[in-house]
């Protein structure tokens, strides 16, 4: 059995890691309101856009345009958002995992890091890191979202990349975390979604075709705004659980120790005793 | 709804930024300035930076800045879907200045072409926060 003194160290130890973990959860707690907040209320910016650009697309099917087909190059561009933070449970693993499984060659990926932490286990397995805008996530704002969005437009209109897509975790709801992997360009937008459009004949000022290549713009940055701030909810979401089992796990850890330490005291006492009694009784022999 | 009335909701990424019921509303877009009443035929456009004023239900009238963006005009409502709006009150007079003059610099230096296309916008955007403020 392990001393009295090493066990007591232990629990000191344990119980300070408990705190720390204790305070990281309600940091993230006050955080993840914050997100969850923010993430509703670009909710319905979302919606309109993503509305508008359906029923463009359903109501001028035969428009030929560059942002509507793959480009030339094989090459693909993801851009992956995870944190800068660690300690968030599986939260940045999923991205990775969700990459790795895509089945893609790693030759043929560029990755536009958002998110140390996804950015590094990534290029520890040999993916290209094409860009690093990892202090975005910090404090996401749709200005950040529109140069990074402008910065992959503008590889993919030199010709650097063919597709782009966009790795994120959607939040659900405080325990519900969903990793996804969609495509933003070429854009693919299914025909029954664009339907509901259909009913009314829209006009477009400029031309159909000027309007689209000013809105799928606007449409990607909002894509990658809305995974920003969906992200940032996820993140503080997955953290806040981790944190939470951490800590009970700690207060269980605590509670075997202190059943340990007092069976090692009483322990000690006994053969303290036994060893005065026995003393006494060879004096008194 | 009132005859000539039309439902006016301005959205941007982080907020609601209008609601409500309007009889008239003038902006620019690529195109040119234009004044939008209630059943104009549904219409997408392009927002270009300019004044934006809506004439509310009672007469008043509400203006802000408005630059980027684009706009959906549908059977009794409209949509603006802007990514960079403010009310007058929302814009600070200083940075306005500094960046008129950082812009006016780089129109008289005329370096590379692509930083003068961003200079003129910039220009463009402080005159009209410029005119709002006055």
Redesign the interface.
């Known amino acids: 059995m392990a001393s009295m003194i090493d066990i007591k160290r232990r629990k000191t130890s344990i119980e300070s890691t408990e705190q720390i973990t204790k305070a990281m959860k309600l940091v993230s707690t006050v955080k993840l309101q914050h997100a969850k907040q923010k993430a509703e209320e670009s909710l319905p910016y979302f919606h309109k856009m993503h509305e508008t650009i359906s029923s463009i697309l359903a109501g001028s099917a035969n428009i030929e345009h560059p942002y509507l087909s793959t480009g030339a190059s094989d090459k693909k561009a993801i851009i992956t958002v995870s944190s800068n933070r660690g300690l968030a449970g599986g939260y940045n693993n999923n991205i990775v995992r969700m990459i790795r499984d895509s089945k893609w060659n790693k030759k043929d990926v560029d990755i536009y890091a958002v998110g140390h932490k996804a950015m590094e286990v990534l290029a520890n397995r040999g993916y290209h890191i094409a860009s690093d805008d990892s202090e975005m996530i910090n404090e996401p704002s749709y200005e950040d979202a529109r140069i990074l969005g402008e910065k992959v437009l503008k590889a993919f209109e030199d010709g650097e990349i063919g597709e782009i897509y966009l790795a994120y975790t959607e939040f659900k709801n405080t325990v519900v975390h969903i990793p996804k992997l969609i495509k933003l360009l070429p854009v693919e937008i299914s025909a029954e979604e664009g339907k509901e459009g259909e009913k009314t004949l829209m006009n477009y000022e400029p031309t159909a075709e000027e309007a689209l290549s000013m809105l799928i713009p606007k449409y990607i940055c909002s894509m990658i705004y809305g995974a920003f701030v969906t992200s940032v909810a996820s993140e503080n979401g997955a953290r806040m659980q981790a944190m939470d089992s951490a800590t009970s796990n700690a207060e269980e850890m605590i509670s075997t120790l202190d059943l340990a330490y007092n069976r090692a005291r009483q322990g000690a006492i006994t053969q303290e005793l036994t060893e005065i009694i026995s003393g006494a009784e060879a004096l008194n022999e | 709804m009132a005859e000539n009335l039309m439902k006016l909701e301005i959205?941007?990424?982080?907020?609601?930024f209008y609601q409500g019921d309007v009889s008239m509303v003038e902006l620019t877009?690529?195109?040119g300035e234009v004044g939008i009443y209630p059943k104009h035929?549904?219409?997408?456009?392009?927002i270009a930076p300019g004044i934006l004023t809506v004439t509310e239900s009672d007469g008043t009238k509400k203006q802000a800045a408005l630059m980027k963006?684009?706009l959906?005009i549908?059977?009794d409502s409209m949509?603006i879907?802007a990514?960079v709006i403010e009310w007058p009150e929302e814009i600070d007079a200083d940075r306005v200045r500094q960046s008129k003059e950082r812009a006016q610099k780089r129109l008289n230096e005329k370096q590379e072409q692509v930083d003068l296309v961003r200079a003129e916008m910039a220009m463009r955007r402080a005159l009209v926060r410029e005119k709002l403020i006055e």
């Open positions: 959205i941007t990424p982080e907020r609601i877009t690529t195109e035929i549904p219409m997408t456009m392009i963006g684009f959906e549908t059977q949509n879907l990514e």
